[in-house]
Every structure is written in C-alpha cells, then in structure tokens.
C-alpha cells in the first residue's frame, strides 16, 4: 500500500510563489513515475507535470517555464516549484504515483492565487 500526502498549498497573489511538496510512504519502490495534477471548480482534473525516476519530465503548455518539477529518490519526496502564479493556476493540486500499473492519489492541496 503507498500513502501520498501533499503539503505547500495556500493563499498567493499573482506573480508570488509557492513550493508543493508530495510525501510517499508504504512500499514506494524508486522506479515508480509520480506526477502533479489539478483540478479546477467545475473543471476535469488535468495533468500539471510528470516525473519519472530518472529525472525525465514533462510539464503541460500552460505551466511551462513557470513550474519545475523535482523529486528527492532517497527521501521519497516529490516538489513542485510554482512560480509566477496566475490566477488560473487557482486548483487543487494533487500528487499521483503508479506504482507497479497501479494509480494512487494523494488527498489534494488548495493553491489560491488572488489577482
């Protein structure tokens, strides 16, 4: 069993920044692909960016070389580094790992980003 756990969210103006961290704990080997998705009131849950375990990433259009996403193998930890925040970036961001073809899911972080 894998238990993600995300910290970092809060309450932003535009242009600030805000670090999201992902904690994984259970059986977590270090081959498994983690990622950070969203989800918008009244909108579907959309990839943000993906990580695997050799540091290869991808990240959608829209957060492009605003976001970097990062992972620390040793601790089982995954970042996501927000910067110049918009107010559409305003979700709830949640930490997803597959772990030997199985999905998980993290509770969810608020990110509110005011105008």
């Known amino acids: 069993q894998v238990q993600l756990v995300e910290s970092g969210g809060g309450l932003v103006q535009a242009g600030g920044s805000l670090r999201l961290s992902c904690a994984a704990s259970?059986?977590?080997?270090?081959?498994?692909?983690m990622g950070w998705y969203r989800q918008a009131p009244g909108k579907q849950r959309e990839l943000v960016a993906t990580i695997t375990s050799a540091d290869s990433t991808n990240y959608a259009d829209s957060v492009k070389g605003r976001f970097t996403i990062s992972r620390d193998n040793d601790k089982n930890m995954m970042y996501l580094q927000m910067n110049s925040l918009k107010p559409e970036d305003t979700a709830v961001y949640y930490c997803?790992?597959?772990?030997?073809?199985?999905?998980?899911w993290g509770q969810g972080t608020q990110v509110t980003v005011s105008s």
């Open positions: 997803n790992a597959v772990v030997w073809g199985r999905t998980y």
């Open positions: 259970g059986v977590f080997p270090r081959f498994s692909s």
